[in-house]
């Protein structure tokens, strides 16, 4: 028997019109609750309204949209712009989504993605959704994720060589005279990027002779001011490390506040190497060293290619692939080194 929006409206305790704003992707005059409510509902129910439950998009809109983790990091800057240019110069529009790392507000928005007939979209996923990921790839929905591999699922990902770009720092804090490197790392929690910078730290240690040492590996909850009072204790302890590798610019911050509480000075007591270069990272005193991502092209390309899906939707030739784009250590003050420059 075929659900009927009489069928939503009755479970989700609204009227009919309500649900049909909500399906159009009107909002506005809704409380987040009703609208989450309704969209949560419709996706129990799989209902579809009309041509859609008959598997027809009712339109080609050129409009694609694009869910990230968290926007108040620098470097989805530099993706975005390379998106939007993409999507600008082969005539689609971008709507723009935060799931902050929230795995229910992330699942709002994939499941209004159909109701607000959106074409395609690319996603830096929580991992914290899988049902819905599969399901709206089984569906043969436009998906790509970016930076963030799903694993399990066969999807177009584009993201960067992780493990490449720890190498880089580490070997670069090694070779100037760093033995004892701490790690600093948000709780990984299944995400790739975060592993497999975990990954190449080990790697480098390894290569070089030097021992794994557990305490110098800290994962950090990821919520502001977490990372200061790690970064006190660590540096004020029995041992410290003579040099610290952040795997994420927003951490890097806190880990400078770290530092400079205690009255250390980079690099004469602490060397430091951060993830991801920022247009402030140059103007830190010492400037700081960074691995560069290609953000933009990283942008560009997850557009690129979602745009083909979109519009050769039969083509054999696209079948699900990962892209893997290669990192570059940007080198400056912080850890010492008397030559700057860039490290491939």
């Known amino acids: 028997m075929r659900v009927t929006i009489t069928d939503v409206a009755k479970i989700a305790g609204v009227s009919k019109s309500t649900v049909s704003r909500i399906i159009n992707g009107n909002l506005d005059q809704n409380t987040e609750e009703t609208v989450k409510r309704v969209l949560k509902v419709i996706e129990e129910l799989d209902y579809k309204p009309n041509a859609l439950a008959r598997g027809l998009k009712l339109t080609k809109t050129n409009i694609i949209g694009i869910i990230l983790s968290n926007l108040q990091n620098p470097f989805w800057t530099n993706v975005l712009d390379g998106v939007e240019d993409t999507c600008h110069s082969l005539g689609y529009n971008l709507m723009i989504f935060n799931s902050n790392e929230n795995a229910e507000l992330e699942a709002e928005h994939l499941r209004s993605f159909d109701m607000r007939q959106l074409d395609g979209m690319i996603v830096n996923p929580t991992l914290k959704n899988m049902e819905l990921y599969q399901k709206l790839n089984s569906k043969g929905f436009p998906f790509v994720s970016i930076n963030r591999k799903i694993y399990g699922m066969d999807v177009n990902t584009v993201t960067v060589d992780n493990i ?28 790739s990027p975060r592993l497999e910078r975990l990954e190449g730290y080990y790697q480098a240690l390894k290569e070089n002779g030097i021992k794994i040492d557990s305490n110098l590996i800290r994962f950090i909850p990821e919520q502001k001011g977490e990372v200061v009072p790690v970064v006190q204790s ?46 402030w990272s140059k103007h830190l005193n010492p400037p700081l060293t960074t691995v560069k991502q290609p953000g933009y092209e ?22 699900p692939e990962v892209v893997s784009l290669e990192p570059f250590l940007i080198i400056r003050d912080s850890c010492g080194s008397k030559k700057g420059g860039i490290l491939h």
């Open 234 to 279: 660590l540096l004020a302890g029995h041992d410290p490390p003579d040099a610290i590798f952040s795997t994420n610019n927003l951490m890097t911050l806190e880990i400078l506040e770290g530092i400079k509480k205690i009255n250390l000075k980079i690099p004469d007591d602490i060397a430091l190497v951060g993830y991801d270069e920022t247009v």
């Open 164 to 191: 490449k770009g720890a190498r880089l720092a580490l070997n670069h804090l090694i070779t100037s005279g760093r033995k004892r490197i701490a790690i600093f790392l948000y709780s990984p929690e299944g995400i």
């Open 298 to 319: 990283m942008g560009g390309i997850a557009a690129k290619r979602l745009i083909q899906l979109i519009e050769s939707p039969n083509d054999d030739s696209l079948n």
